[in-house]
C-alpha cells in the first residue's frame, strides 16, 4: 500500500519569495506521483505529474518539482510566489502497473501568500 | 469538452435522511473515483467504479454507503440515514483510463453536504 506525508501542514510566505512544499511517499512498488491545487470551495487543479524520465517536472503556473528516488520525496517549488497562488496542495500518488489501485492523496499543504 | 459535472453543489440534509450525489464524468472518460474531504484530513479515497463495475470500494465505510456507475447516466454515492458526521465535501473524478497507467485523474468541483 502506498502513503503520503506532506511534511508543513501550512506555509506563509510573502509575495515574491521562493516556496517549497515538501512531499515524501511510501511505497512497496514504483509510483506515479502528482501535485494538485484547490482554491477555496473549488475542486482540484492538476498542477504537474511525474510519470517518467526527466526527475525534474514542470507544471502550471510557475510551479516544479523533483522527483527523488532515494529520499521518496517530490517536493514542489517556485522561485517567486504571488497573493494569487494562495491555496490548499495536495500531493498524491498512484502505483505502476498496480491494476485497480486509484490515487492516494496528502493531507494537503496550506500556502498562504502576503504582501 | 466540459468537465467532471457534481450535482447538487450543495445538499443539506436531515439526520436519518438519504442523499444522493451525483457525478458525470468527462466525455470519453469510464473510470470514476469518489473521494471525501473532511476539514483538516485532506481526501480520503473512498471507492473506484469502471461502468457497471466496482474496482476498489476499500474506503468506503460498510454501512450507509453505497455507489454504482450504470451503463446510461451518471455514477451516484448514495448515503442512507445521514449523521452529522457525514457532513463533509464530496469529489468525483474521473479519467480515461487505469490510473496505474499514468493517466490523469480530473476533479469536478465537489459536492458539499450539510447535515443537520
Known amino acids: 500500500a502506498q502513503s503520503v506525508t506532506q511534511l508543513d501542514s501550512q506555509v506563509p510566505v510573502f509575495e515574491e519569495a521562493p516556496v517549497e512544499l515538501r512531499c515524501n511517499y511510501s511505497?512497496?512498488?514504483?509510483?506515479?506521483l502528482f501535485w494538485y491545487v484547490q482554491y477555496p470551495n473549488q475542486g482540484l487543479q492538476l498542477l504537474l505529474k511525474?510519470?517518467?524520465?526527466?526527475?525534474l517536472v514542470k507544471g502550471i503556473n510557475g510551479f516544479e518539482a523533483e522527483f527523488n528516488k532515494s529520499q521518496t520525496s517530490f517536493h514542489l517549488r517556485k522561485p517567486s510566489v504571488h497573493i494569487s497562488d494562495t491555496a490548499e496542495y495536495f500531493c498524491a500518488v498512484s502505483s505502476r502497473n498496480q491494476a485497480g489501485t486509484a490515487l492516494i492523496f496528502g493531507k494537503g499543504t496550506t500556502l498562504s501568500v502576503s504582501s | 469538452n466540459a468537465g467532471v459535472m457534481q450535482n447538487p453543489r450543495h445538499l443539506v440534509r436531515r439526520r436519518g435522511q438519504e442523499a444522493r450525489l451525483r457525478c458525470s464524468p468527462m466525455?470519453?472518460?469510464?473510470?470514476v473515483y469518489w473521494y471525501r474531504q473532511l476539514p483538516e484530513e485532506g481526501l480520503k479515497f473512498m471507492v473506484y467504479l469502471q461502468k457497471e463495475n466496482i474496482i476498489d470500494e476499500s474506503g468506503m465505510p460498510k454501512e450507509r454507503f453505497s455507489a454504482e456507475f450504470p451503463k446510461e447516466g451518471p455514477s451516484i454515492l448514495r448515503i442512507q440515514q445521514v449523521v452529522r458526521g457525514d457532513s463533509a465535501a464530496y469529489f468525483c473524478a474521473s479519467s480515461p483510463g487505469q490510473a496505474y497507467s499514468g493517466n490523469t485523474i480530473y476533479f469536478g468541483e465537489g459536492s458539499w453536504l450539510t447535515v443537520v
Open positions: 511525474y510519470l517518467s524520465g526527466s526527475t
Open positions: 511505497s512497496s512498488v514504483s509510483v506515479y
Open positions: 466525455k470519453g472518460h469510464s473510470h
